[in-house]
Every structure is written in C-alpha cells, then in structure tokens.
C-alpha cells in the first residue's frame, strides 16, 4: 500500500530509491522487488532509462480501479464512522479517531481507536442507549476494517483528571486526533 500510494501522487515515473523515500517503507532491493512483481502483471510498468529502471502506476490496468478503491479506504472509515455516530440520538461531547488508523501507519495486527466523550446530565435511558451505540460502533468498525476496535469512553471530567494527572493519552489525542463529531478533541485536550 505504501508503494501504491507513493506511485498513485507521482506524475512522472520514478526509481525504485525515490519510491522507497516516498513510502518511506522497506529496504530498496524489497522495494524494487515488489515493483517487478506488479510490473509482471502489468500494474505498474517497468521502463529502462539508461542504467536505471524507473517505474509508474498503470493507470488504464483493469485492476486501477480496485487501487483507487484501496488507496481511499483510510478515508471512507471516517467518513463510515461520521455518518454512524451522527444518527445516534445522543449525540458526543466529542468523538475522534486516533492512533494508528489515524496516522495511516497501522497493519492487520493494529486497533481502530475511537474516543468517544459522553455529554453531561444523561438520564438512565439516554445512558443504556449510548452503551448499545458504543457496542455497535466497536463491532461495525471491526467489520469494516478486519482490526479490532478499543473504544474509550470517557466523560469530559475524566478527561480533565487525565490531562492534570499528565497522562501520555491525552498527549497521542492532541496529537493526531481525527474529528467524527462533536467538539474538536484535539481544542478540547488542549483546554484540560
């Protein structure tokens, strides 16, 4: 996917050394390797430049379309988990994605973190619907993704208690927190 996606913002043909910089990811010789394999079928061609090989993504491949399909999925989880919390009836204080599905360097082995902040004053009722979104959304997020999903649910005075108490969490939420609802956790950690 690195690879794809470094070859995907390119619009001049690339060597092997200038993609691995780009992806940021691998060894060169693994790079060139996994280019000559896509080039094998076509997904990227392989051209000789002198005493260098230098690579692009296939566009008119058959298989482009399911690249670009690929390549959006970090943005179509979002858009997933937006469209999801913006119908419960109780809505968040303010809810965010973070961690590796946020700085789009996780894997298969990688959580799907969500933090969700309760608003205050919820009745009885109001808190068993919010239990029953907050399970929904952990099993839908890991049916979309394949990774499990660690929801944190917090309520804005935890919050406040974790921020004084210096905990490393409210650090890596003010860091790359991507907003799904409510108020802006990164402003809002920022405040605590």
Known sequence: MPLLRALSHRASPATAAQLRRAAAAGTEAGVRRALDRMAQHGLVTAEEIGDRVVYSLNRDHVLYPAVTALLRADGELVRRLRAEISAWPVQPAAAALYGSAARHDGDTG???????????????????????????????????????????????????????????????????????????????????
């Open 110 to 192: 990688s959580d799907i973190d969500i933090l969700l902040v309760r608003p205050a004053g919820l009745t009885a009722r109001e808190r068993e619907s919010w239990a029953e979104h907050v399970h929904r959304l952990r099993e839908l997020a890991q049916r979309w993704t394949g990774n499990r999903c660690q929801v944190t649910d917090r309520s804005e005075a935890s919050l406040r208690r974790l921020a004084r108490a210096g905990e490393a969490i409210v650090d890596a939420w003010r860091e790359d927190a991507v907003s799904l609802a409510g108020a802006d956790v990164r402003q809002l950690a920022g405040q605590l």
